[in-house]
Protein backbone atom coordinates (compact mmCIF):
# COMPACT_ATOMS: atom_id res chain seq x y z
CA UNK A 1 0.00 0.00 0.00
CA UNK A 2 1.19 3.79 -1.05
CA UNK A 3 2.08 5.59 2.15
CA UNK A 4 2.09 9.40 3.37
CA UNK A 5 4.26 11.57 5.04
CA UNK A 6 3.86 15.01 5.90
CA UNK A 7 6.20 17.06 7.36
CA UNK A 8 6.46 18.95 9.81
CA UNK A 9 3.86 17.58 12.13
CA UNK A 10 3.26 20.82 13.70
CA UNK A 11 4.51 24.35 12.62
CA UNK A 12 3.91 27.41 14.08
CA UNK A 13 4.27 30.79 12.51
CA UNK A 14 2.85 34.62 11.79
CA UNK A 15 0.80 36.46 10.13
CA UNK A 16 2.23 37.41 7.15
CA UNK A 17 4.83 34.68 7.28
CA UNK A 18 5.02 32.36 4.04
CA UNK A 19 5.22 28.27 5.11
CA UNK A 20 6.07 25.27 3.26
CA UNK A 21 4.52 21.89 4.16
CA UNK A 22 5.91 18.59 3.01
CA UNK A 23 4.18 15.22 1.92
CA UNK A 24 5.89 11.97 0.52
CA UNK A 25 4.83 9.11 -0.69
CA UNK A 26 6.26 5.55 -0.51
CA UNK A 27 6.18 5.21 -4.28
CA UNK A 28 5.73 7.14 -7.37
CA UNK A 29 1.96 8.28 -7.53
CA UNK A 30 2.87 11.16 -10.39
CA UNK A 31 0.61 13.92 -9.50
CA UNK A 32 -2.08 11.87 -8.21
CA UNK A 33 -1.85 14.42 -4.74
CA UNK A 34 -5.14 16.42 -3.45
CA UNK A 35 -4.42 18.96 -0.30
CA UNK A 36 -7.58 19.49 2.28
CA UNK A 37 -7.42 22.23 4.85
CA UNK A 38 -9.25 21.13 8.01
CA UNK A 39 -10.52 23.96 10.71
CA UNK A 40 -10.83 23.01 14.34
CA UNK A 41 -14.20 20.54 14.65
CA UNK A 42 -14.82 20.96 10.97
CA UNK A 43 -15.27 18.93 8.38
CA UNK A 44 -11.97 19.25 5.46
CA UNK A 45 -12.14 21.04 2.61
CA UNK A 46 -10.37 20.56 -0.78
CA UNK A 47 -8.12 23.09 -1.48
CA UNK A 48 -5.67 21.41 -4.19
CA UNK A 49 -6.45 18.61 -6.36
CA UNK A 50 -3.59 17.39 -9.13
CA UNK A 51 -0.61 18.86 -7.06
CA UNK A 52 -1.12 22.14 -8.08
CA UNK A 53 -4.73 22.68 -9.53
CA UNK A 54 -6.85 25.17 -6.83
CA UNK A 55 -10.03 24.52 -5.98
CA UNK A 56 -12.54 26.89 -6.95
CA UNK A 57 -12.48 30.04 -4.11
CA UNK A 58 -9.53 28.95 -3.20
CA UNK A 59 -6.83 32.15 -2.82
CA UNK A 60 -4.03 31.97 -5.26
CA UNK A 61 -1.57 32.65 -1.81
CA UNK A 62 -2.16 28.84 -1.82
CA UNK A 63 0.71 27.03 -4.26
CA UNK A 64 0.89 23.35 -4.50
CA UNK A 65 3.76 21.75 -6.61
CA UNK A 66 5.54 18.31 -6.98
CA UNK A 67 5.24 14.97 -8.37
CA UNK A 68 6.52 11.84 -7.83
CA UNK A 69 7.10 10.97 -4.49
CA UNK A 70 7.85 14.85 -3.14
CA UNK A 71 5.04 17.27 -3.19
CA UNK A 72 4.68 20.49 -0.97
CA UNK A 73 2.16 22.96 -0.20
CA UNK A 74 2.90 26.46 0.21
CA UNK A 75 0.92 29.65 1.73
CA UNK A 76 2.26 32.79 0.42
CA UNK A 77 1.63 35.45 2.79
CA UNK A 78 -0.33 33.77 5.95
CA UNK A 79 -3.89 35.20 7.06
CA UNK A 80 -5.68 34.47 10.02
CA UNK A 81 -8.11 32.34 8.62
CA UNK A 82 -5.35 30.21 7.08
CA UNK A 83 -4.73 28.57 11.06
CA UNK A 84 -5.49 25.32 10.56
CA UNK A 85 -4.70 21.05 9.79
CA UNK A 86 -3.35 20.26 6.32
CA UNK A 87 -3.61 17.20 5.24
CA UNK A 88 -2.41 15.57 2.60
CA UNK A 89 -3.82 12.68 0.14
CA UNK A 90 -3.17 10.61 -2.79
CA UNK A 91 -5.56 9.12 -5.13
CA UNK A 92 -3.19 7.22 -8.04
CA UNK A 93 -5.26 5.96 -10.40
CA UNK A 94 -4.16 2.15 -10.56
CA UNK A 95 -4.45 -0.89 -8.38
CA UNK A 96 -5.77 -0.80 -5.47
CA UNK A 97 -7.00 2.52 -5.76
CA UNK A 98 -7.12 3.84 -2.42
CA UNK A 99 -6.95 6.94 -1.14
CA UNK A 100 -4.26 7.19 1.55
CA UNK A 101 -3.95 10.84 3.57
CA UNK A 102 -1.22 12.10 5.36
CA UNK A 103 -1.13 12.36 8.87
CA UNK A 104 -1.49 15.89 8.66
CA UNK A 105 0.21 19.26 9.62
CA UNK A 106 -0.96 21.55 12.62
CA UNK A 107 -0.47 25.46 11.35
CA UNK A 108 -0.47 27.39 14.40
CA UNK A 109 0.00 31.12 15.57
CA UNK A 110 3.48 31.81 16.97
CA UNK B 1 -26.42 22.98 -3.75
CA UNK B 2 -25.51 19.17 -2.81
CA UNK B 3 -25.04 18.55 1.05
CA UNK B 4 -24.38 15.59 3.11
CA UNK B 5 -25.67 14.36 6.21
CA UNK B 6 -24.36 11.30 8.49
CA UNK B 7 -26.71 9.92 10.97
CA UNK B 8 -26.35 6.81 13.31
CA UNK B 9 -26.06 6.17 16.90
CA UNK B 10 -23.44 7.68 18.64
CA UNK B 11 -22.72 5.33 20.81
CA UNK B 12 -22.06 1.34 20.02
CA UNK B 13 -20.65 -1.19 22.35
CA UNK B 14 -17.36 -3.33 21.72
CA UNK B 15 -18.08 -6.02 19.50
CA UNK B 16 -20.92 -4.75 17.99
CA UNK B 17 -21.53 -3.20 14.53
CA UNK B 18 -21.51 0.14 13.60
CA UNK B 19 -23.50 1.68 11.24
CA UNK B 20 -24.07 4.74 9.86
CA UNK B 21 -26.21 6.86 6.72
CA UNK B 22 -25.44 9.56 4.28
CA UNK B 23 -28.37 11.25 3.57
CA UNK B 24 -27.76 13.28 0.23
CA UNK B 25 -30.07 16.04 -1.00
CA UNK B 26 -29.40 17.83 -4.16
CA UNK B 27 -28.14 15.34 -6.04
CA UNK B 28 -28.98 11.75 -6.87
CA UNK B 29 -27.11 9.07 -4.84
CA UNK B 30 -26.78 6.57 -8.39
CA UNK B 31 -24.62 9.48 -10.17
CA UNK B 32 -21.63 10.17 -8.07
CA UNK B 33 -18.92 7.51 -6.16
CA UNK B 34 -19.29 8.02 -2.82
CA UNK B 35 -16.68 7.48 0.41
CA UNK B 36 -16.46 7.26 4.10
CA UNK B 37 -13.73 8.69 6.04
CA UNK B 38 -12.83 8.75 9.47
CA UNK B 39 -10.86 10.68 12.19
CA UNK B 40 -9.85 9.52 15.68
CA UNK B 41 -9.61 12.53 17.86
CA UNK B 42 -6.21 14.14 17.44
CA UNK B 43 -5.21 12.41 14.83
CA UNK B 44 -5.69 12.42 10.84
CA UNK B 45 -7.88 11.24 8.66
CA UNK B 46 -8.34 7.67 7.36
CA UNK B 47 -10.22 6.57 4.65
CA UNK B 48 -12.44 3.48 5.02
CA UNK B 49 -13.74 2.62 0.82
CA UNK B 50 -15.46 3.95 -1.88
CA UNK B 51 -18.76 3.00 -3.49
CA UNK B 52 -18.56 3.07 -6.86
CA UNK B 53 -21.51 4.39 -9.43
CA UNK B 54 -21.57 1.13 -10.66
CA UNK B 55 -22.35 -0.42 -7.11
CA UNK B 56 -18.79 -1.82 -6.75
CA UNK B 57 -16.77 -0.55 -3.94
CA UNK B 58 -13.36 -1.13 -2.70
CA UNK B 59 -11.89 -0.79 1.01
CA UNK B 60 -9.00 0.14 2.76
CA UNK B 61 -7.27 -3.20 3.16
CA UNK B 62 -6.60 -2.24 6.89
CA UNK B 63 -10.33 -2.19 7.55
CA UNK B 64 -11.12 -5.27 4.42
CA UNK B 65 -13.37 -8.15 6.38
CA UNK B 66 -15.27 -5.92 8.55
CA UNK B 67 -16.73 -2.87 6.53
CA UNK B 68 -19.53 -2.62 4.02
CA UNK B 69 -20.69 0.25 2.31
CA UNK B 70 -24.10 -0.09 -0.08
CA UNK B 71 -26.74 2.22 -1.71
CA UNK B 72 -30.20 3.04 -0.86
CA UNK B 73 -31.41 4.94 -4.10
CA UNK B 74 -35.43 4.99 -2.91
CA UNK B 75 -34.03 7.13 0.26
CA UNK B 76 -31.12 8.87 -1.71
CA UNK B 77 -28.41 7.65 0.71
CA UNK B 78 -25.55 5.94 1.11
CA UNK B 79 -24.33 3.50 4.35
CA UNK B 80 -21.72 2.09 6.20
CA UNK B 81 -21.27 -0.78 8.33
CA UNK B 82 -18.09 -2.33 10.29
CA UNK B 83 -18.46 -5.39 12.52
CA UNK B 84 -16.53 -6.49 15.87
CA UNK B 85 -15.77 -2.92 16.82
CA UNK B 86 -13.08 -2.10 19.73
CA UNK B 87 -12.56 1.71 20.78
CA UNK B 88 -9.34 1.79 18.15
CA UNK B 89 -12.88 2.58 16.14
CA UNK B 90 -13.93 5.28 17.82
CA UNK B 91 -13.97 8.63 15.45
CA UNK B 92 -15.40 10.84 13.61
CA UNK B 93 -16.71 9.53 10.81
CA UNK B 94 -17.38 11.37 7.75
CA UNK B 95 -18.77 10.59 4.31
CA UNK B 96 -18.14 12.62 1.26
CA UNK B 97 -18.29 12.84 -2.78
CA UNK B 98 -15.70 11.25 -4.42
CA UNK B 99 -15.28 13.86 -7.01
CA UNK B 100 -13.78 13.07 -10.20
CA UNK B 101 -12.24 16.52 -11.28
CA UNK B 102 -11.27 17.57 -15.09
CA UNK B 103 -7.39 17.93 -14.71
CA UNK B 104 -5.30 18.37 -17.96
CA UNK B 105 -7.15 16.14 -19.99
CA UNK B 106 -8.14 13.33 -17.33
CA UNK B 107 -9.74 12.90 -14.37
CA UNK B 108 -8.40 13.09 -11.41
CA UNK B 109 -10.35 11.78 -7.82
CA UNK B 110 -10.86 14.30 -4.94
CA UNK B 111 -13.16 14.62 -2.17
CA UNK B 112 -14.52 17.45 -2.70
CA UNK B 113 -17.88 17.44 -1.01
CA UNK B 114 -18.14 16.39 2.77
CA UNK B 115 -21.03 16.41 5.49
CA UNK B 116 -20.33 17.85 9.07
CA UNK B 117 -19.23 14.10 10.59
CA UNK B 118 -20.58 12.71 13.39
CA UNK B 119 -18.95 11.41 16.40
CA UNK B 120 -19.01 7.41 17.11
CA UNK B 121 -17.33 6.67 20.20
CA UNK B 122 -17.31 2.12 20.97
CA UNK B 123 -17.87 1.88 24.65
CA UNK B 124 -19.47 -0.77 27.01
Known amino acids: DIQMTQSPSSLSASVGDRVTITCRAS??????LNWYQQMPGKAPRLLIY???TLQTGVPSRFFGSGSGTEFTLTIGSLQPEDFATYHC????????????FGQGTKLEIK | QMQLLESGPRLVKPSETLSLVCAIS????????WSWIRQPAGRGLEWIGR???????NYNPSLRGRVAMSVDSSKNQFSLKLNSVTAADTAVYYC??????????????????WGQGTLVTVSS
Open chain 1, 27 to 32: ENIRSY
Open chain 1, 89 to 100: QQTYNTPPFTHT
Open chain 2, 26 to 33: GASVKTYD
Open chain 2, 96 to 113: ARAGELLWFGELISAFDI
Open chain 1, 50 to 52: GAS
Open chain 2, 51 to 57: LYSSGNT
